[in-house]
């Protein structure tokens, strides 16, 4: 439901902009739909969410494909591109509490209470915070993990990002935003990508248009972060990205999977630079699977190498050690 209600908001947007045009959805399944009785981090599959879409992308059969930014690898497969970002909603995690605990927070739960979350990040990040509260996984769509909490006594609470309640009209379900103090948010997590063919410049070029420049330059830092130390959904990696008055600050950390150990580090770019036309050989840049042609190109390098250079600053101090130890547990689990 949630991916047809994003489905349908870029579509919305996209016949504001193209009314002669004509758009058709085309509903489709992925492994990690159907996977639902394992952990995300346990299937090991890079593509869980994408794979069945970008086959139907190959074979002309679609023409684009809109994803939740996060569930897309750093690195997409040969001849596929990230054609335009659009505006990110809120990005924070979001506590849904069963309705026995209604208008309390984390900290006020009784000892013991139970946690429900898919996401190794949230639950290092939270563990080291609240030790005295249990955390296991949920898994299945957001309707299937409410219904799970409200229906059974299981769970205290369960944590999801604020941007799929808000999209599914149940921001009233939200009893405590996590702010980036108590947990730093995931790569991309907020913002909506729509994939198209690299070498389809007229859907490219049409698809452009809903780029969201802001986001664009903080979601390729975060990738760029993100693809640098390796990270995927089988280890423990976290950020942070405001961008002010043409600064962009980028807060990046690696955990260990019980949040015991872990790094984190700010850093900061200009990404101040004018568009010019960068029409020509140039044109088909792109930066971490981002192909932006309306957003300053130097703007998005500054962006990228911020993220490069902070998680080169991160595997200096040991970044690399947390993160194999994490997956190697990961894996053991």
Not at 78 to 107: Q, Y
Not at 117 to 136: D, G, I, M, N, V
Not at 270 to 294: L, M, R
Request: some cysteine.
């Amino acid at each position: 439901q949630l991916a047809r209600i994003q489905t349908d908001s870029v579509v919305e947007l996209l016949r504001e902009l193209y009314p002669d045009l004509r758009f058709e959805i085309v509903a489709m399944s992925t492994t990690g739909d159907k996977i639902l009785d394992t952990a995300l981090s346990k299937i090991g599959e890079k593509s869980l969410f994408t794979k069945e879409l970008e086959n139907a992308l190959e074979r002309n059969e679609v023409d684009l494909v809109v994803h939740s930014l996060k569930d897309l690898p750093t690195s997409l497969p040969p001849g596929f591109t990230i054609g335009a970002v659009c505006k990110r909603e809120n990005p924070l995690d979001a506590v849904v509490f069963h309705p026995k605990n209604c208008g309390k927070t984390l900290s006020l739960l009784p000892e013991k209470s139970v946690i429900g979350t898919s996401s190794l990040r949230r639950a290092a990040q939270l563990k080291k915070k609240f030790p005295q509260l249990e955390f296991r996984d949920i898994r299945g769509n957001l309707n299937t993990r409410l219904k799970k909490l409200d229906e059974k006594e299981d769970f205290g609470a369960i944590i999801l990002a604020a941007a799929g309640l808000k999209r599914m009209g149940w921001e009233n379900r939200i009893g405590q935003l996590l702010s980036p103090e108590d947990c730093l948010y995931a790569v991309g997590q907020g913002a909506l990508a729509v994939e198209v063919r690299a070498k389809d410049q007229e859907i490219l070029n049409m698809v452009s248009a809903l780029h969201h420049a802001d986001t664009v330059l903080c979601c390729i830092a975060e990738r760029a972060f993100m693809k640098r130390l390796e990270g995927g959904c089988s280890v423990p990696v976290a950020v942070n990205t405001v961008l002010k008055d043409g600064q962009l600050y980028l807060t990046g950390a690696v955990y260990s999977l019980d949040g015991s150990d872990s790094l984190k580090e700010t850093m900061q770019t200009s990404v101040h630079y004018p568009q010019q036309n960068e029409d020509g050989p140039n044109d088909d840049v792109q930066h971490v699977g981002i192909t932006a042609k309306n957003v300053p190109g130097q703007a998005q390098e500054a962006a990228e190498n911020l993220g490069v250079e902070l998680a080169s600053l991160l595997l200096s101090k040991g970044a690399k050690h947390i993160l194999s130890v994490a997956r190697q547990l990961n894996d053991a689990r």
